[in-house]
């Protein structure tokens, strides 16, 4: 036996090969978004597709599935092969007979990725309905349903006849995943399956995924921008950046020894969950404080008054205490429906709390009306999740930066000359002033944003999410400047997250929320460090990558584990 | 579903007051005499008399006002000034050349309009997709009456092949008949509502051809009529039924030029003629049916959102 087929016998043929895959803008002139992608995948292996926006990560797995937006990208070169299919040269009509049977693909935003007008069984039935017209109504119904089972999705029968808007985003995931796996393809490509998702639920899907490759035999294209994901679930990571591939290893090699600056730099971006040590105190002035704070939703309607119905009421908070010091941040930490934008909405007064109080500077604010809280609307500003819409598209940086303090009588000159002086603080050119949003990136966006929020000189900043939509690096700059801004000028901060890494980075207190109820509040050291209660240890547990420390290449020597206590708590609170 | 239902057919009863309120004082308010104005100029004291008497203008007048809308409710719309006839039997004679012209016109418009919004969506920023705009351009700013002129000039006088004028009713002639006298009218009709279905369907379809449910459908292996089609469309529909109903409602209001240009004894031509004799209680029979007209079709719309999107259903 030659060497030749023993290597063949050792390696086999991968399920998915891409060679010098080119894809360039449709425009004119010509702008490259791939530069010639090489990466291959094996039967059953995982393969993660790192990199930061615009790398060209998720253009690649359209590209395979022939999905590119039609009439703005074009394939100009290199060749894709699943199992032995040139992709690139196959007809409509061979690649849509390869989707769904071959190759699946799960996305993003289980939200939206279904058809709200069709039932979710429908919905997994009709990718049997074109692809095994052989099969009988009540065959393909068997199908599905075994398929929903396999995905454990609770109540299969209900499920089956279920809308998608009557299902969580976990649940829409998983039906997403169980139309995918329906006809067992040899490739299933995730695009940040698990992003849009709260932590426990991301570890219930990453989980299901693993287990459902495992049972199949499927080989999985995995595209993230969570280092920590990668941790737990790559066999082999590909690290893109600016639509090259930038180096390719085993993940254990990577985390260890990566090659690049550039995969070097990324991983120390990722923020420890090891929370920092609090600062020290210098000031006890109390700027903002929340006592007894409560939100009701769902007063009862009149129609339901009308028809003696029970009425539907959410408690969004309830009995929220918290007193936030000159220049300290406290993090609000929870997953969706958690109730903390609720908290910070209150706080802000852009909704009307049902009950309680909230001091700022010592003057309570949760019962002014209109006219008396515009005096205190300026103490207290607010950044948000996504700088792409946060700032108004048709207005200048510079006419932005001035408009809340021209409301409050600042003269223009005046204001104008301190928006300069904001722009500079926060590491923006001077000429940024006569320009639009469209003009800079996401992180520098955030970065007007805030220095729009510190043009009205508050006493409190609320950050609502405030770096969630940033890359890890662009993510560690902000924060940077946040920190440095608070030395600064003594601001406190409000953050509202749902990452833990990020909170463990930049708060000196925290509070974790639960269903409208504060679970644990204290120092961040301890409620991050050793958390006591139950929910805080399931959302600790679940974080990913939990066991490695990136920014120093080697993992965790001390980690909250599993306990069989702690594993039965986690239960109570799914 | 049914409280749904239920509450949006509650809605529609105060909409019908406040209409027979407004329609009730429109005679009442007008300054001077209502039965001088009624009985116009040329009236002797005696004819004001019974007008008064008939009008029961000596009582209260809120009592006036629930003896009247006692008579509407009742199907008596009062007695036409000109004819002597009920108004109810005036416009039920008149009824069916009008609801029958503008369905045939709404089905003719959606039929051709949705296919080439869709058409237009999926092949967005081609050839056809400029064809298909300009034409609809062409159709809101040609005015109605030219193309009416045009479609008689061409089909009925050049060709030959149609009536150039008069209507044959559906309940006396027959559906053929009907055809014949009805398609020219309807087409001259339908052009506005074509160019603006067109217009509609196109853009509710080109936002919901971005949607990640649309790209899910690609990925599973779906041919682009069945993305078109079964996906696509029905989640563009609320706006594309929107105006498709606001149409037909404008259709059975608006259908006096075409009533006029092809001879039509239909409701369009009695409000003129309504209008041009101050003929008071016509004027309001007509006023009062439009609106139930705008009233129902806007439930029959809200309804069928229903039957179309679970998410309003279980609301």
Redesign the interface.
């Known amino acids: 036996m030659s060497d030749d087929a023993t290597h063949a016998g050792l390696a086999p043929a991968p399920v998915l090969e891409i060679r010098g895959l080119k894809v360039t803008t449709h425009a004119s002139p010509a702008k490259p978004i791939l530069e010639g992608i090489d990466f291959s995948i094996a039967p059953g292996e995982t393969l993660c597709l790192v990199g930061e926006s615009g790398s060209g990560k998720s253009v690649t797995s359209l590209a395979v599935m022939g999905l590119l937006p039609k009439g703005s990208l074009t394939v100009t070169g290199g060749r894709i092969e699943l199992e032995g299919n040139a992709l690139l040269d196959a007809s409509p009509k061979r690649l849509r007979d390869l989707r769904a049977s071959r190759m699946a693909m799960i996305f993003q935003e289980p939200m939206t990725a279904l058809n709200p007008l069709m039932r979710v069984g429908e919905q997994i039935e009709e990718v049997l309905v074109m692809h095994q017209k052989g099969l009988s109504s009540t065959q393909r119904r068997e199908r599905v349903l075994e398929m929903l089972d396999q995905v454990q999705l609770p109540d299969i029968e209900r499920v089956y006849a279920s809308w998608p808007h009557q299902l969580s985003g976990g649940q829409r995931q998983r039906i997403m995943i169980a139309m995918a796996l329906i006809l067992e393809p040899k490739l299933l490509i995730a695009d940040e399956p698990t992003t849009a998702l709260d932590v426990t639920t991301q570890k219930q899907i990453l989980k299901l995924i693993k287990q459902l490759q495992e049972r199949h035999g499927t080989s999985v294209l995995f595209i993230t921008h969570d280092m920590g994901v990668v941790a737990d679930i790559a066999d082999r990571v590909c690290v893109m950046r600016h639509g090259e591939v930038v180096e390719t290893q085993p993940i254990e090699a990577l985390l260890r020894r990566p090659k690049t600056d550039y995969t070097r730099q990324l991983l120390t971006a990722v923020p420890s969950l090891r929370p920092r040590a609090a600062r020290e105190v210098t000031d006890r002035e109390i700027v903002l404080e929340a006592i007894e704070l409560e939100k009701r939703y769902g007063q009862t309607s009149r129609w339901a008054r009308l028809t003696g119905r029970a009425s539907a009421q959410t408690l969004a908070a309830s009995e929220v205490n918290f007193a936030l010091t000159r220049g300290r941040t406290l993090g609000i930490v929870g997953e969706s429906g958690s109730g903390k934008s609720t908290v910070a909405r209150c706080v802000m007064r852009m909704i009307e709390p049902t009950a309680g109080g909230v001091r700022v500077m010592g003057k309570d604010i949760a019962s002014l009306g209109r006219a008396a809280l515009r005096p205190h609307r300026k103490r207290i500003q607010m950044i948000f999740q996504d700088p792409f819409r946060s700032l108004n598209p048709r207005l200048t940086i510079g006419a932005s930066l001035i408009e809340g303090p021209v409301n409050y009588g600042t003269p223009r000159g005046e204001a104008l000359a301190r928006a300069a002086e904001l722009l500079a603080l926060v590491g923006l050119p001077k000429d940024a002033l006569a320009r639009y949003p469209h003009q800079f990136s996401g992180g520098q966006r955030q970065r007007i944003a805030i220095a729009r929020a510190l043009a009205m000189e508050p006493d409190v900043l609320v950050a609502d999410e405030a770096v969630s939509a940033l890359d890890v690096s662009v993510q560690a700059q902000v924060l940077a400047l946040l920190d440095d801004i608070q030395r600064r000028l003594g601001v406190a901060v409000l953050f509202i997250t749902h990452d833990l890494r990020v909170a463990a980075q930049i708060c000196d207190e925290v509070m974790v929320m639960q269903k409208g109820v504060v679970v644990e509040y204290g120092p961040a050291s301890r409620v991050l460090g050793a958390p006591e209660h139950p929910y805080t240890r399931s959302l600790m547990l679940a974080a990913p990558g939990r066991h490695w420390d990136f920014s120093r290449f080697r993992p965790l020597d001390r980690v909250l584990e599993e306990t069989p206590a702690s594993a039965s708590n986690a239960a109570v609170y799914p | 579903m049914f ?1 749904y239902c239920l ?1 949006r057919t509650l809605a529609a009863v105060p909409v019908m007051v406040v209409v027979a309120l407004f329609v009730f004082l429109l005679l009442r308010l007008s300054p001077g005499d209502p039965a001088a104005i009624i009985a116009g100029d040329m009236a002797t004291p005696a004819q004001l008399d019974r007008i008064r008497e008939t009008l029961g203008l000596n009582q209260p007048i809120y009592l006036q006002f629930f003896h009247w809308a006692g008579e509407l409710l009742r199907g008596d719309f009062g007695t036409s000034l000109m004819s002597n006839l009920p108004v109810t039997q005036l416009m039920a004679q008149r009824l069916e050349p009008t609801v029958s012209l503008a369905l045939l016109s709404i089905v003719l418009s959606v039929v051709v309009a949705v296919p080439m919004g869709v058409i237009a969506a999926w092949k ?2 081609s050839l056809i997709d400029n064809a298909v705009m300009s034409v609809s351009v062409l159709g809101f700013s040609v005015p109605v009456f030219v193309i009416g002129y045009l479609l008689i000039k061409v089909f009925a006088i050049d060709l030959g092949w149609l009536p150039v004028q008069g209507f044959k009713r559906i309940s006396e002639a027959g559906f053929g008949p009907f055809i014949r006298h009805a398609i020219l009218p309807a087409l001259m009709l339908s052009t506005i509502y074509i160019a603006l279905i067109a217009r509609m369907t196109r853009a509710s379809m080109l936002d919901v051809l971005g ?3 649309v ?9 682009e009529t ?1 993305v078109l089609f079964k ?1 696509a469309l ?2 563009a529909g609320v706006p594309i039924l929107e105006v498709i109903g606001t149409g037909f409602a404008l259709m059975i209001t608006g259908v006096v030029v075409t009533e006029s240009v092809f001879n039509i004894p239909g409701l369009g031509r009695l409000t003129v003629d309504a209008i041009l004799s101050r003929d008071y209680p016509v004027i309001q029979g007509l006023i009062l049916v439009t609106s139930g007209v705008y009233v129902l079709i806007n439930l029959a719309i809200d309804l069928s959102y229903a039957l ?4 309003i259903r ?1 609301q």
């Open positions: 409280s509450r967005h920023g949607e990640d449910f790209r899910t459908a690609h990925a599973k292996g779906a041919s069945r996906h029905r989640n179309l999107d679970p998410r279980y």
